[in-house]
């Protein structure tokens, strides 16, 4: 007998009385989606931008990264073409910002629901310096239980929460925006 | 009970002669509790959270043998390959052969208490390959030569300024800068070269879904991220008792894990890895070493349902006093102490004791355990075994007599008390563990007993 089948005869000798699968019955609902969705991202580093339309994301990237060579975007309305991606994703390295389109936000933690199909190459979003994602303002939920209710309905790979820029507490609980993935994150919200 | 290393009580002792390090480390840990608190009382349905969190993971364990063989079904058929290792022995060789069959010698590895519960860095080196643990506090307590203290915070012990010491001769970062900014980004551009060469990633695993055959990773750093997605291969160390039924159950777990953790919302990354890249290789191993036995017990069966999150040691004044590596094992705190015993008894045998039983540990664990229950319950079954030392049992067969015997408890009262009085140093010594860093109190005139019957009895 391999190890695969003594383990489970083990597991199946010692199973206990069976417990029922409770049901999750959780119905919270914040009043004001976005404004709870846009305290909640402050307030773990991250900044929410109203936008109405892609022209004015174009805008505040070109004023903030004069660079755009090393700006990538996956949403076609950008239309930054300076950089393609290639076989290796470790040339995504010099990427200053990318902005990739999310599904939705989560009022109740601020995080934004992103799977591989918009993220070029799944390397895309930890690797970049900076990251700016995009949502549809009306795209908020209010928490992780109506999240995966969305979730269900949405094929993917690879699929990510994030929330606010990559952090880390681990010298004497200071907080460092910043520790492998970007080290900031703009949620443009459009109307 | 001390036989291979020093216990408990000992180690302690030693943590304890720095007194304003003891003061700092304490208020440290208690400060992430009152995040902890906060996060937890902005949610109105908090308890209804944990209640249902704790029935799910009952049903797990119920269940575990069909969800095992449905959540490795699915996974196979996202394109991953399932191992199983009784044994951490067994468990590392699987690592070490997938490594090797990739031609690999340096490798990537994000937080994974399962991984340092089966010593893989040692075995790993010991077999040639670099392996470099990329999350700040680990790769701290790496470049130290030290296992983490806490779970969570591997370096919650270390001072910034020991760390700047400690990158300047690592990394070479300016000496006396201590700048947890600076410290930061030198790890950062350190570990990216790591990340770039690295062609083999391990991760651990912190939810592993049956029905989709999904697992999920949570880190705050993008760590686990990084190096999973520039490695050819991906490896993912779980323990049996990660699967949780569907995902829709996520949403239970993820609401309760960084809140109870660090106070935090959610980590900034909850990564579900569903399918591999195109051309990468994906492995999930699955390792048992005493689940499935633990599985079998009525009183210590619930330490399974542990997510890992830490919020125990934070509450606890013991851990909080003693600091993580008094407990000589992987997972120190309140939830550890349950389950070293579990592994081996007697090398394991003082840490039950090392606890006030005030059960702050129960009332913050998101997933209901009993942990003091727990933690009283090993503390009989040690005594039965023969795994407390002979001062111990012959004090707790003493107590019992006394406690038993409505005569004896009565005399042996009054006559404390005299004892107390008239020749206190037959306490106030130092073969009373208790008369340590405490003053005996005052011998009161009479028992409670006695005052009771004069001025209560007999109305």
Not at chain 1, 140 to 161: C, M, P, R, W
Not at chain 2, 79 to 101: C, F, M, R
Not at chain 2, 148 to 153: E, G
Not at chain 2, 309 to 320: E, H, K, L, M, S
């Amino acid at each position: 007998m391999n190890s695969r089948d003594r383990i489970l005869e083990r597991i199946k000798k010692n199973l206990p009385q069976e417990s029922p699968l409770p049901s999750v019955d959780i119905n919270t609902n914040f009043s004001d989606l976005k404004e709870k969705f846009k305290a909640t991202l402050t307030s773990i580093g991250g900044t929410a931008i109203e936008v109405t339309d892609w022209s004015h994301i174009k805008n505040y990237i070109q004023l903030n990264y004069l660079d755009t060579d090393q700006v990538i975007s996956t949403a076609p309305q950008l239309n930054f073409k300076a950089h393609t991606f290639k076989n290796d994703p470790r040339a995504l390295e010099r990427i200053k910002i990318s902005i990739l389109q999310g599904s939705f936000g989560v009022a109740e933690n601020g995080a934004v629901w992103i799977t591989d199909t918009h993220m070029g190459d799944r390397v895309l979003p930890f690797i970049n310096e900076h990251l700016a994602l995009v949502i549809n303002e009306k795209d908020i939920v209010s928490t992780l239980h109506q999240a995966y209710e969305k979730i269900d309905l949405i094929n993917y790979s690879l699929g990510v929460f994030i929330a606010g820029p990559s952090k880390t507490a681990d010298i004497e609980q200071s907080l460092v925006l910043g520790a492998h993935g970007a080290k900031s994150l703009v949620v443009f919200l459009m109307t | 009970m001390n036989s291979r290393h020093t216990d408990h009580a000992t180690r302690a002792e030693k943590f304890n002669l720095d007194e304003s390090r003891v003061d700092w480390h304490d208020k440290t840990l208690w400060f992430i509790r009152e995040k902890r608190d906060k996060a937890a009382w902005q949610i109105p349905e908090w308890e209804q959270l944990r209640e249902t969190a704790s029935q799910i993971k009952n049903n797990v364990l119920s269940n575990l043998h069909d969800y095992l063989i449905e959540f490795e079904k699915n996974a196979q058929k996202n394109g991953a390959t399932v191992h199983w290792a009784s044994t951490p022995a067994e468990h590392n060789k699987i690592v070490l052969d997938i490594i090797k069959q990739a031609g690999a010698r340096n490798i990537v590895k994000s937080k994974s208490m399962l991984t340092e519960e089966c010593h893989l860095n040692e075995y790993l080196t010991a077999h040639g390959i670099d392996v470099v643990d990329t999350d700040l506090g680990e790769r701290i307590v790496q470049l130290a030569g030290e296992p983490p203290s806490h779970i969570v915070l591997p370096c919650i012990h270390w001072k910034k300024e020991e760390i700047g010491e400690l990158f300047h001769q690592e990394l070479g970062t300016p000496k006396g800068n201590a700048d947890p900014q600076l410290l930061t980004n030198a790890a950062r551009l350190n570990l990216r070269n790591h990340f770039m060469t690295s062609r083999v990633a391990i991760t651990g695993v912190n939810f592993a879904v049956a029905e989709t055959g999904e697992i999920v990773v949570c880190t705050n750093e993008g760590n686990a991220d990084l190096g999973v997605q520039l490695a050819d291969v991906h490896i993912a160390c779980m323990g049996l008792e990660k699967i949780i039924p569907r995902r829709k159950h996520l949403g239970v777990f993820l609401r309760l894990l960084a809140r109870s953790a660090t106070g935090q919302p959610i980590t900034t990354y909850s990564s579900h890895f569903k399918k591999p890249r195109e051309g990468q290789q994906w492995h999930i191993v699955l390792l048992d070493n005493g689940r499935s036995e633990r599985l079998g017990s009525n009183d210590f069966r619930n330490a399974l349902k542990c997510i890992r999150c830490a919020a125990c040691f934070n509450t606890c004044p013991v851990y909080r006093r003693s600091g993580g590596h008094s407990y000589h094992t992987t997972v120190a705190g309140p939830i550890g102490s349950i389950l070293a015993p579990g592994l081996d008894m007697k090398k394991n045998a003082d840490l039950p004791f090392a606890s006030t039983l005030c059960g702050s540990c129960s009332n913050v664990c998101p997933v209901k355990i009993d942990i003091h229950d727990q933690l009283y319950k090993w503390r009989q079954v040690l005594v039965r075994n023969g795994h407390v030392s002979a001062i111990k049992a012959i004090g707790m067969k003493g107590m019992a007599a006394v406690l038993s015997y409505p005569f004896i408890y009565n005399t042996s009262g009054s006559l404390g008390r005299w004892i107390m009085r008239y020749f206190p140093f037959l306490f106030s010594n130092r073969a009373n563990l208790w008369y340590k860093q405490r003053e005996m109190p005052k011998a009161p005139e009479k028992s409670f007993r006695e005052w009771y019957i004069k001025n209560r009895k007999k109305k």
